[in-house]
């Protein structure tokens, strides 16, 4: 797509358009600008209708865009023009009868992409050709389909989409498809991938999380080799679990496959952000070769067995607990008709005396009350201290080292199973489905590097690159 005579300065106004005309140039127009900030050349790009008015933008050689505020620029060169190209080419997927087959589901998120400049948004780019034109090595695993189911960001996936992508799942293992890969935004994969572990048990093939922490045009993206590394999981890995496949160090050395319910993001921008927590990874993988790091994974399978139980309660809640919560944080929650709640206390599992009464009243309304852990890694262990026993005998559940989002999402799908009988939903809760408690925390799961110190200081010293 070019620019016209009417979008040539599109998005910008106020100041920033002032500036562009003074100066004779427009969208699409190369520059060197010289600011108070030093001296950039780049590409000038469109504004999306909710930016401000302060900045011009340009696209680097390097592939990173900076955002050069008005009134510190001195001087505008134009050097050049380029015409705006970006839609992703598309080819047609080659099919080749050697290969597994693979269905690819979308959700939404940015594993191949292209930049709608209307907006700034990432438009994800989704069809075979779509992929084969950004990523052909996919050509090379497998024979691909794709199917989109959704197109939200992560954080509006929820119980409905849960569902609904379970059943998809499920009718997808049936059609005799070799591996499943799914695309997802990272902010809420971790729950997305606790929830297909429970709702689709013992699946037969792969069933493969993936996202990007940034998206295709960007020179640092992730996007490419999660795909590529999840998609030969889904094609040729032996381990027939859901789990998440995302990159493993910061470098694009490989990825890791994680567990569906011991996962977790703990970084909002790095590609290594999602880490196996209170375990080790399932696997490593690299293209064309998959490590195992663990043995008590579920091998793949020929048969097309699997066990769904797509349901979900939405009236349960994740309660992180603080020093002074009041009781009415628990009452209100009682009240309005909540019928489980997760708590992330603080140690090995406490809250104070004053949510003791609000405790009680909701035991004695029914509600599922479960006790996980603030810290993340580490035991719920109760009886160690008096507060411990003291809210055990108030009713409420210790889950062991099962994560609290996890808890959240199990303890939602168990009284969507079990909506009339709280046994049947305790005794579900509280037994392993899809290894989201261990029985042992190995001695590399806890594993947090401090930096500054001299001894983690030698050892970066030593494998940093």
């Known amino acids: 797509m070019s620019a016209t005579r009417n979008d040539k300065y599109k998005g910008y106004r106020g100041p920033c358009l002032d500036l562009m005309r003074r100066w004779n140039v427009t969208v699409w127009s190369e520059v060197k600008a010289a600011t108070t900030r030093g001296e950039f050349s780049g590409l000038i790009l469109p504004r999306s209708e909710t930016s401000d008015d302060l900045h011009i933008v340009l696209k680097l050689g ?11 620029i001195r001087s505008i060169e134009q050097t050049g023009y380029r015409e705006a190209h970006y839609k992703i080419p598309e080819q047609e997927f080659p099919y080749d009868p050697r290969h597994p087959s693979v269905k690819l589901l979308g959700t939404g998120g940015t594993i191949a992409s292209r930049l709608d400049y209307r907006t700034g948004a990432v438009i994800p780019a989704f069809s075979p050709g779509e992929l084969y034109g950004s990523v052909p090595e996919l ?53 997305t991938a606790a929830a297909l572990s429970f709702m689709v048990q013992d699946p037969p093939i792969p069933i493969v999380m993936v996202g990007s922490q940034r998206s295709s045009d960007r020179p640092s993206s992730d996007a490419a080799q999660n795909l590529i590394n999840a998609t030969w999981a889904a094609a040729h890995g032996p381990i027939a679990e859901v789990m998440v496949c995302m990159f493993g160090p910061t470098s694009d050395r490989y990825n890791l496959l994680h567990r569906g319910t011991r996962v977790r993001k703990m970084h909002s921008s790095y590609r290594s952000t999602f880490r196996t927590l209170g375990d080790i990874p399932l696997a490593m993988v690299e293209r064309g070769t998959i490590t195992p790091l663990k ?41 309005r008709g ?9 140690g090995l599992g406490h809250v104070n005396r004053k949510t003791y009464p609000a405790l009680e009243r909701a035991r004695d309304a029914g509600v599922h009350v479960y006790m996980t852990l603030q810290t993340l890694w580490g035991f719920v262990q109760m009886q160690v201290y008096e507060t411990g026993r003291e809210i055990l005998e108030l009713g409420v559940v210790p889950l062991s080292n099962m994560l609290p989002e996890v808890a959240y999402i199990k303890l939602g799908w168990a009284l ?20 989201e408690t261990t029985e042992r925390e190995p001695h ?4 947090v590097l401090q930096g500054g110190v001299p001894e983690v200081q030698e050892f970066i010293e030593r494998v940093w690159r």
Request: proline content about 5%; glycine content about 10%.
């Open 338 to 346: 909540y019928r489980g709640i997760v708590i992330a206390g603080t």
């Open 62 to 72: 390097s592939g990173y865009n900076v955002g050069l505020r008005h009134d510190t």
């Open 444 to 447: 590399d799961g806890y594993l």
């Open 416 to 435: 969507g199973v079990y909506p009339d009988d709280p046994e049947a939903a305790r005794k579900l809760m509280t037994t392993v489905i899809a290894g």
């Open 139 to 191: 050509a090379e695993i497998c024979n691909l389909e794709t199917e989109k189911l959704f197109g939200v960001f992560s954080e509006n996936m929820g119980p409905e989409e849960y569902l609904v992508l379970a059943q998809k799942v499920g009718e997808t293992i049936a059609a005799g498809y070799d591996g499943i890969v799914i695309g997802h935004g990272t902010d809420t994969m971790h729950h």
């Open 295 to 335: 043995t008590d994974w579920s091998p793949r399978r020929q048969d097309r067995r699997v066990l769904l139980r797509p349901f979900f309660n939405e009236r349960v809640t994740l309660t992180y607990y603080y020093p002074g919560m009041d009781p009415d944080v628990i009452d209100a929650l009682v009240d």
